[in-house]
């Protein structure tokens, strides 16, 4: 099993591109999540999904879009990167109810 | 709204020294995780801890959890340089809806051990 994976490993976006960074899971986890890491302020929770179909918001959805058309799979899109974006995401699977995330290894991304 | 705060933020020690990351949160919860994090790596779990009282060891780290006081504590013994990292603690939002895992993460106390 691969785990999780994530896709770029980095990227320089200016403001106003758009993009999307890609996070995949190989073990048929229903849970998946974004979160945003930023210095000093610990992981915060962008969007969540509970299976295909299915996404929520977390705490700091603003300027992201998510989707889940299917269970592997669960894309964050930028819809028009600003600099208040540059940061680290990690994305992270789980299956429901269950206790233990698997996460990614990260994008870092920066926003000029 | 759930705020979780780590204390120390960075913590520097010698080889051989016990010392302890204190883990407060606001409200309620009777789930709270521990996470390893090495520079530029993902987060690493280390303890899950569902129930006041819980104690879980593992090694030089043992983590404990007081829901009453919403507390929770990572105690080192004897460090060793191997557990430099930052670690993070994070609180399950209760309740959990549809088997959301929505955590909320402290801000990471950076551990640095010199031999």
């Known amino acids: 099993n691969a785990g999780v994976t994530q896709t770029p490993k980095f990227q320089v976006l200016k403001t106003g591109q758009s993009m999307t960074l890609q996070c995949a899971q190989d073990?048929?986890?229903?849970?998946m999540s974004w979160y945003r890491q930023d210095p000093g302020m610990g992981l915060r929770l962008i969007h969540y999904?509970?299976?295909?179909?299915?996404?929520d918001q977390g705490e700091v959805p603003n300027g992201y879009n998510v989707s889940r058309s299917t269970t592997e799979d669960f894309p964050l899109r930028l819809l028009s990167a600003a600099p208040s974006q540059t940061s680290v995401y990690f994305c992270?699977?789980?299956?429901?109810?269950?206790?233990?995330?698997?996460f990614g290894p990260g994008t870092r991304l920066t926003v000029l | 709204e759930l705020k979780v705060e780590q204390n120390p933020l960075f913590l520097s020690m010698q080889e051989g020294k016990n010392y302890t990351i204190y883990c407060n949160y606001s409200?309620?919860?009777?789930?709270l995780y521990w996470y390893r994090q090495d520079p530029g790596k993902s987060l690493e779990s280390l303890f899950v801890?569902?129930?006041?009282?819980a104690v879980k060891q593992e090694g030089r780290l043992m983590a404990s959890l007081d829901t009453k006081a919403r507390l929770s504590t990572l105690h080192i013994t004897a460090a060793v340089h191997d557990l430099s990292a930052t670690y993070f603690c994070a609180v399950g939002l209760a309740p959990i809806r549809q088997g959301a895992q929505k955590l909320v993460f402290g801000q990471g106390t950076r551990l640095t051990i010199n031999p």
């Open positions: 409200t309620t919860s009777d789930r």
């Open positions: 992270a699977s789980s299956y429901r109810f269950s206790h233990e995330q698997f």
């Open positions: 999904s509970v299976g295909a179909g299915i996404t």
């Open positions: 801890l569902l129930s006041n009282g």
């Open positions: 073990m048929n986890h229903e849970y």
